[in-house]
């Protein structure tokens, strides 16, 4: 294995400069053509959505909610009795607060 690495390396170090310079210029280029594809096909996708008709645009804009309101119902029911106990704790603690404090000026 380390002799076909040698072997590669020993060519590619007798190429000429002129095909590392080209091998570096075609991948340069390569990622500059990507990039530069990237960036028209966003445009396209932006000049196709504004020239969509409306009924199109209400019907992707449908499709594309999220499904599951019966969750959102759930986390809602949960989130409330969270606050409720919560609550509820706050009030108990409270009133424990306010009992020993009668109890200590009762005692005076």
């Given amino acids: ?18 095909e590392h310079i080209t ?3 075609a991948a340069a280029a390569g990622a500059l053509a990507e990039t530069a594809v990237k960036s028209v096909a966003k445009r396209v996708r932006k000049a196709a959505a504004k020239k969509a008709p409306e009924p199109v ?6 499709t594309s909610k999220p499904k599951g309101p019966k ?13 409720a106990k919560k609550s509820m704790t706050k009030k108990a603690s409270q ?3 306010g009992s020993k404090a009668q109890k200590s000026k009762s005692r005076r």
Avoid: C, F, H, Y
């Fill in 1 to 18: 294995m380390d002799g076909i690495k040698q072997n590669e390396e020993q060519n590619d170090a007798r190429k000429p400069v002129s």
């Fill in 71 to 83: 969750q959102t119902a759930k986390k809602a029911r949960k989130k409330i009795v969270k606050r």
């Fill in 57 to 62: 645009k209400k019907a992707v804009r449908s």
């Fill in 23 to 25: 091998d570096l210029v």
């Fill in 95 to 97: 009133m424990k607060a």
